[in-house]
């Protein structure tokens, strides 16, 4: 469906609502659930999953293939040493990309009430929802590596202002560039695998590119909590940072295809 020159666009687009549908969903469930309660605000929320299947099946049309073709599997031999050392890096990136519940609880640690907690969640949600369309189109124009490097550099400073320059507003600005990076790196990963592999295998390298980061970030926050509780709670930020600084040296060797104006 999307267009080889604005992939990057695109992929923000779906991020952007996503984001804002999360938010939509917070603020929601807060107003609704003393007048419903639980089991009615479950019902409820059936709704809009309901209504999102029956517009894909009435309004989304796929671009019909021109030829009738066999599928035959597909071998790892299939795809680029380039895909598969981006899948490697993203991985790798995955792996110490622990959960934002501990950046929240690190928070309330620190001194944050109670209260404030869903704040900051609202906030970094907002940040991503606002930034994801303009990261995006900045890729389509930039290009897919300058603006993972921007992302991974957002991530870079939200681990160094929890390690080093704690303080409240510290910490609030730490949210904010985790928002951006939010932001920045769900469309731009998306868009490079889209642009990365075979046009014939798309779907089935973004569905194993999803599947490979899935598997590296389920351990994620368990390492962090074991680091967390045996070491130290900054011991998962010294751990996330090592892992970024890896995968921003392996991002130096992709080689980045050019835009294309077609559709995948």
Not at 20 to 38: H, K, S, T
Not at 77 to 95: E, G, I, R
Not at 164 to 186: C, T
Request: aromatic share 16%.
């Amino acid at each position: 469906i999307s267009d080889g020159k604005e992939r990057g666009k695109n992929f923000g687009i779906l991020r952007m609502m996503d984001n804002f549908g999360a938010v939509a969903g917070i603020l929601a469930a807060i107003f609704l659930l003393g007048a419903l309660g639980y089991r009615n605000l479950f019902l409820v929320a059936a709704v809009p999953s309901l209504i999102a299947v029956i517009l894909v099946f009435l309004m989304v049309k796929e671009a019909k293939s021109d030829r009738t073709k066999i599928f035959k599997g597909i071998r790892l031999s299939d795809f680029s040493p380039n895909l598969k050392l981006y899948t490697l890096l993203t991985a790798l990136f995955s792996l110490g990309s622990f959960s934002y519940s501990f950046l929240l609880i690190f928070a309330k640690n620190f001194g944050f009430q109670i209260s404030f907690v869903p704040v900051l969640y609202l906030l970094f949600t907002v940040v991503a929802a606002v930034f994801s369309l303009p990261f995006g189109k900045l890729s389509d124009k930039l290009g897919r590596k300058k603006v993972l490097y921007l992302s991974f550099i957002f991530w870079i400073a939200v681990s160094l202002i929890f390690l080093i320059f704690k303080s409240y507003w510290g910490i609030i600005v730490a949210f904010i560039f985790y928002g951006l990076h939010l932001a920045s790196v769900d469309p731009v990963q998306r868009a490079l695998v889209g642009e990365l592999a075979p046009k014939e295998l798309v779907g089935s390298a973004m569905g194993g590119f999803r599947m490979i980061i899935g598997l590296f970030a389920l351990p994620s926050s368990l390492i962090a909590g074991i680091l967390w509780d045996k070491i130290d709670p900054e011991a998962p930020f010294y751990f996330s940072l090592s892992l970024t600084l890896i995968a921003v040296f392996l991002l130096a060797f992709i080689k980045e295809p050019a835009h294309q104006n077609e559709s995948h």
